[in-house]
């Protein structure tokens, strides 16, 4: 059941397109990050056919086995980061979005510069009590300390998932303080909003939405 998904990915821009809009803001200032994990490769490929130019994945081993088959596109580390797996890490993505304590941060700039690279990075902030992973947004400031001291990474923002709860004003909440960090911390890049709080993320003034499911349709059950 992949026939749709381009149909699924047009209505998608044209829904972020129209929302972003209404918020005063440029549909060209987000980027869309379909987020592949767990799917089969044909959607994926038909999605990049059709345009999609950005995908995440939190998986090394996962996306190590996919990479191989999808036409050119820019790969998001979006996963924990394990230090033993920083290097493969590294070397198979374009940006990882998930540094989220200083070991990382020493791992991935090991690796990068072993590879000759400068990779960009962003923090993840904790901004959700559910989160098991993300630094607290009071600490990202001497995380990001970190890593402008390491120059093999380079550092463009940070990303957060946002609360599990239906209630919008919640998300909303926490959306606004990742925005509020993202100043503290520097950079440009606010990578919030998934397929079930896009619309508000894109309302705090997200610049990168991460969405799975909303492009996809349901992921494979766990292996
Ligand atoms: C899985 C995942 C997403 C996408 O979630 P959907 O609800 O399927 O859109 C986005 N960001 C991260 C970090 C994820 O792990």
């Known amino acids: 059941?992949?026939?749709g998904v381009p149909e699924r990915l047009a209505r998608l821009r044209a829904e972020?397109?129209?929302?972003?809009?209404?918020?005063g803001r440029s549909p060209q200032d987000i980027i869309l990050v379909g987020v592949s994990k767990k799917q089969p490769l044909e959607p994926i490929r038909a999605a990049i056919?059709?345009?999609?130019?950005?995908?995440?994945?939190?998986?090394?081993?996962?996306?190590?086995?996919?990479?191989?088959?999808?036409?050119?596109?820019?790969?998001?580390?979006?996963?924990?980061?394990?230090?033993?797996?920083?290097?493969?890490i590294?070397?198979?993505?374009?940006?990882v979005q998930s540094v989220d304590r200083e070991d990382a941060a020493r791992a991935l700039a090991r690796?990068?510069?072993?590879?000759?690279?400068?990779?960009?990075?962003?923090?993840?902030?904790?901004?959700?009590?559910?989160?098991?992973?993300?630094?607290l947004p009071d600490a990202a400031e001497r995380l990001a300390e970190a890593i402008r001291a390491e120059p093999s990474l380079r550092l463009d923002g940070v990303m957060a998932?946002?609360?599990?709860?239906?209630?919008?004003?919640?998300?909303?909440?926490a959306f606004a303080l990742a925005a509020k960090t993202l100043a503290h911390v520097g950079g440009s890049t606010l990578s919030i909003g998934m397929?079930?709080?896009?619309?508000?993320?894109?309302?705090a003034g997200s610049t990168?939405?991460?969405?799975?499911?909303?492009?996809?349709?349901?992921?494979?059950?766990?292996?």
Request: proline share 5%; hydrophobic share 40%.
């Open 1 to 3: 059941m992949n026939d």
């Open 16 to 23: 972020i397109g129209e929302a972003a809009r209404a918020a």
């Open 49 to 88: 056919e059709a345009g999609l130019g950005d995908i995440g994945e939190s998986y090394v081993q996962e996306a190590a086995l996919k990479f191989g088959s999808l036409p050119p596109v820019r790969k998001h580390y979006i996963g924990h980061i394990q230090t033993n797996k920083a290097k493969r």
């Open 90 to 95: 590294a070397e198979l993505f374009d940006s």
């Open 111 to 135: 690796a990068a510069s072993g590879l000759g690279k400068v990779l960009p990075v962003l923090i993840q902030l904790n901004i959700s009590s559910a989160d098991r992973f993300g630094v």
């Open 161 to 173: 998932i946002g609360p599990d709860t239906p209630d919008r004003a919640e998300i909303a909440r």
């Open 195 to 203: 397929s079930g709080d896009w619309r508000e993320a894109v309302r």
């Open 208 to 223: 990168m939405l991460r969405i799975g499911t909303g492009l996809f349709g349901r992921r494979q059950e766990p292996r």
